[in-house]
Nanobody, 127 residues
């Protein structure tokens, strides 16, 4: 199992940007598909973005397309989420997650496809 710790959350005005980072322990980081999920109060946890181990294949929720960018640095065991043009509805706790490399395309957005989770980082967007 890989251990994950998120950072970079905070308070930002609508229209602003934040960059979330997730540091992973373990020497097999490069074999995992990595994902970002979020959960707002009273709502289900939802998929935001995911990235395959090579870094060249990415997936985004419709709500994130065009505004968020996921990237990874396998040499540093990190995955990042650059969030631009933030909206009040983006406010949530953001979680980093790791899944097996062979997660099917139609399963990358399912939280059940991921076996390791970070504790989360709060993103607050003021209007």
């Amino acid at each position: 199992q890989v251990q994950l710790v998120e950072s970079g959350g905070g308070l930002v005005q609508a229209g602003g940007s934040l960059r979330l980072s997730c540091a992973a322990s373990g020497v097999t980081f490069s074999t995992y598909v990595m994902g970002w999920f979020r959960q707002a109060p009273g709502k289900e946890r939802e998929f935001v973005a995911a990235i395959r181990r090579s870094g060249s294949i990415t997936y985004y929720a419709d709500s994130a397309k065009g505004r968020f960018t996921i990237s990874r640095d396998n040499a540093k065991n990190t995955v990042s989420l650059q969030m631009n043009s933030l909206k009040p509805e983006d406010m949530a706790v953001y979680y980093c997650a790791a899944g097996n490399f062979n997660v099917a395309i139609n399963s990358v957005s399912a939280s059940s496809s991921y076996h390791s989770w970070g504790p989360g980082t709060q993103v607050t967007v003021s209007s």
